[in-house]
């Protein structure tokens, strides 16, 4: 690389990754291949439209590699019809609202605090800018979604549109039930499954699509371990034909051919018996790191996970902001993200909790035990509270992966 500050900031960065523990739920490893197909020649051709529908001439071999991604992305989900040209999940999810909805109309996703996300309804978002929004919540006492509540207030609020699915949530989602929920009120019901999209395909977690639910959107670049990207899916043939037009050329140009080669290339990797291994390994992972935060006197929210994710509420168990849990592990070599927690009194900037998740460092190699050795750590640290204490766990915690570097 001829541009040699650009080429000194990317090996900071490479070694930034390889020195700190990375335990942000949305964060991931990607292959050499992944790597390799976003940084090819593919960038350099443009292709709007759709595969055999393009605007551009030249296009016969972009039209295959994005079929291939079409066709494996539809085996791996059992879906019959697949968009991969969303440049990310809010855009993906911003393509499907405007396949279903028209400006104005109602809907109805979780609230931030009880682990949804901006996307799905949020006033800074255009998803609550552009539609009148209501928020449900999780259950007061358990911090699990309650069915029953949402159905009076779906029945009460009559959306056209009900989201499921959420960023900073640690239990089984039941598809079932949320259909059930929007079939009483006649709603479109869409599952954003950004998180939990491999544990779907690794059969960790239930397919949305088995249960009815019109459309799913996703990311790539969380579970899935591919590049940084959206989806949408549906069984609905009419519904697919509104999906592909609101994407393009709805919200869309030229679609990022080079990322769709990417995407094939990680949904081929998510279908094979060793990504199904390693999406084990990350709820393992995760249950066994939750499971000793409590052993420790920590508050679990929903008291452990089923996925590859939790929030711990470090207001409570250690009377330190979320703000300041990050500061401090990132002293030492930790990487976590400030959550809010459900029914915060803080705001999203500072937070009563940490979101903390598995899939970056199971990619790694790390296993239930190195994962509890870290909790040991971290406890000590929030406990302490103090900088340079912090600062002197970094020979630990880079001892704990040493192993996975050699």
């Not at 079409?70 to 405007?98: P, W």
């Not at 639910?213 to 043939?237: A, C, F, Q, W």
């Not at 929903?302 to 902001?321: E, M, R, W």
Request: one cysteine or more.
């Amino acid at each position: 690389m001829k541009d040699q500050k650009i080429l000194h900031l990317i090996n900071k960065e490479k070694t930034r990754q390889r020195e700190y523990v990375e335990l942000i739920a949305s964060e991931n490893y990607v292959s050499a291949d992944v790597l390799e197909a976003v940084g090819s020649i593919l960038t350099n051709k443009y292709a709007e439209g759709y595969p055999n529908a393009r605007y551009y001439g030249g296009c016969e071999f972009i039209d295959q590699i994005e079929q291939l991604a079409i066709d494996r992305l539809k085996k791996i989900f059992n879906a019959k019809f697949a968009n991969v040209q969303s440049h990310s999940g809010s855009q993906a999810n911003q393509g499907a609202y405007m396949a279903l909805l028209n400006p104005g109309d109602k809907i109805m996703g979780m609230s931030l605090t009880s682990g949804g996300h901006l996307t799905h309804g949020f006033k800074v978002s255009s998803s609550g800018q552009f539609y009148q929004a209501q928020a449900y919540e999780v259950d007061p006492k358990t911090h699990e979604l309650n069915y029953e509540t949402i159905l009076a207030q779906a029945l009460k609020f009559k959306p056209k549109l009900i989201i499921c699915g959420a960023s900073a949530y640690s239990r089984i989602i039941d598809w079932g039930e949320f259909r059930k929920i929007a079939d009483k009120v006649g709603a479109y019901l869409l599952a954003d499954v950004a998180h939990i999209a491999g544990l779907i395909v690794a059969d960790q977690h239930p397919n949305p699509l088995d249960f009815g639910v019109d459309v799913v959107t996703s990311t790539t670049h969380k579970t899935l371990r591919g590049p940084r990207g959206g989806i949408i899916l549906t069984n609905n043939e009419e519904l697919a034909k509104k999906i592909d037009k609101a994407v393009f050329p709805g919200i869309q140009g030229g679609p990022l051919e080079h990322v769709i080669a990417a995407k094939a290339i990680a949904f081929g990797e998510a279908d094979t018996k060793e990504f199904n291994q390693y999406i084990e390994n990350v709820c393992l992972n995760a249950g066994a790191f939750a499971n000793e935060f409590i052993n420790l006197g920590a508050k679990v929210i929903t008291n452990g996970t089923d996925n590859h994710l939790f929030l711990v509420d470090v207001k409570t168990s250690y009377d330190i902001t979320g703000q300041r849990a990050e500061d401090l592990l990132l002293r030492a070599n930790i990487v976590v993200n400030k959550n809010t927690i459900p029914f915060d009194k803080l705001s999203p900037s500072i937070a009563s909790g940490v979101r903390f998740g598995t899939p970056a460092m199971t990619t790694m190699g790390w296993n239930q035990d190195d994962f509890i050795k870290l909790t040991v750590i971290i406890d000590k640290i929030f406990k302490t509270n103090d900088n340079k204490f912090a600062d002197l766990q970094k020979g630990q915690v880079k001892e704990i992966g040493k192993k996975y570097h050699e």
